[in-house]
């Protein structure tokens, strides 16, 4: 099945996922400039009339650049609503989203049917991230137009599922739009997303070490330093399974190897003073490609590296099978 309008500008079949905290204006406006989606989740916008400003910065720029560079017009870019009934910013959130008439919706943690429905209002398109086949058919039945399946290594949070047994159970019954989440920082991780049953790879840590990243410089160093054994997996700071990186767990006086368990009732985004809380500012989340980040860059050059890495895994593949 082709993929729907608002991916038809790729240059090529990535999504960089929304990073809370990390993830502003600048980062997004990067990636989009670099031919791949940019998004942000809309409580990095604070307070909340900040997302009015955020957007209109995002879309002015965007349409300048598609203007002034119409043989390569910029990506579209993605909004991320948290459903969970501890976002009290939500349907502010959407009505905003609606002003602007943002053109891909990312749902996490719940589906909405009537979030989709408002969303299709303004024509854009709904994507829900999910880590098991039950959770995606619940989201398409309440009217997603596509999923993220978010598989084992993943950063943040995150699933344990092997992205092929994700991918292929999905596939069995669902034909539309997916982007594959799970330890994707290379080009030819982006080529093996697509050669399992996805149609878009779905990146976020590897932006973490990005000039453009709202992360500071130790987190990006940890990233650049770090490797998949580096990764810790634990429901402990926000009351959802997620993986994140060791050092910043030593770092806040944590044994990473005996944590207590977290309780997903008391999640939260942000307020207050409690150990979830604590995960946003001193908890660094992480996924395990990280090993493919060796350098602090601008999004351009690692776009530019990704698709030199993506084409080349064609090119050999290509050759492999003419052999």
């Given at each position: 099945m082709p993929l729907p309008a608002p991916f038809d500008r790729l240059r090529l079949p990535v999504i960089g996922s929304p990073l809370f905290i990390i993830s502003g204006p600048e980062l997004v406006i990067a990636q989009c400039?670099?031919?791949?989606?940019?998004?942000?989740?809309?409580?990095?916008?604070?307070?909340q009339t900040l997302l009015d400003e955020w957007l209109h910065r995002v879309t002015e720029e965007l349409s300048t650049h598609n203007r002034d560079n119409p043989s390569r017009p910029a990506a579209p870019f993605a909004v991320n609503q948290i459903v969970h009934k501890s976002n009290d910013r939500l349907e502010a959130d959407l009505m905003t989203c609606a002003k602007w008439q943002v053109?891909?919706?990312i749902t996490s943690l719940g589906a909405r049917e009537d979030l989709n429905?408002?969303?299709h209002g303004w024509g854009g398109i709904t994507l829900h991230d999910v880590i098991n086949d039950r959770f995606a058919r619940k989201a398409i039945e309440k009217g997603a137009d596509g999923l993220i399946p978010v598989a084992a290594g993943a950063g943040g949070h995150a699933g344990l599922q092997s992205p092929f047994a994700l991918i292929s159970e999905i596939r069995e019954w669902f034909d539309?739009?997916?982007?594959?989440?799970?330890a994707i920082g290379n080009g030819r991780s982006v080529l093996a997303a697509q050669a399992c049953g996805a149609d878009l790879a779905y990146i976020g840590s590897a932006f973490i070490a990005t000039k453009e990243a709202n992360s500071d410089e130790a987190y990006k160093q940890g990233i650049v330093e770090g490797r998949a054994a580096d990764i810790i997996y634990s429901d402990l700071f926000t009351g959802v399974s997620g993986n994140y990186l060791r050092a910043?767990?030593?770092?806040?006086?944590?044994?990473?190897d005996n944590l207590p368990a977290g309780d997903y009732k008391t999640m939260n985004f942000g307020g207050g003073n409690?150990?979830?809380?604590k995960a946003w500012r001193d908890i660094w989340g992480s996924g395990q490609g990280?090993?493919?980040?060796?350098?602090?860059e601008s999004v351009a050059d690692y776009v530019d590296r990704l698709?030199?890495?993506?084409?080349?895994?064609k090119a050999e593949l290509d050759a492999k099978f003419r052999a």
């Open positions: 400039k670099a031919g791949i989606v940019g998004a942000f989740p809309a409580l990095n916008a604070r307070p053109p891909i919706v429905t408002a969303v539309g739009p997916v982007a594959l989440s799970g910043s767990i030593v770092n806040a006086g944590l044994d990473p409690s150990a979830k809380s990280i090993g493919a980040v060796t350098t602090s698709e030199a890495e993506y084409r080349a895994a």
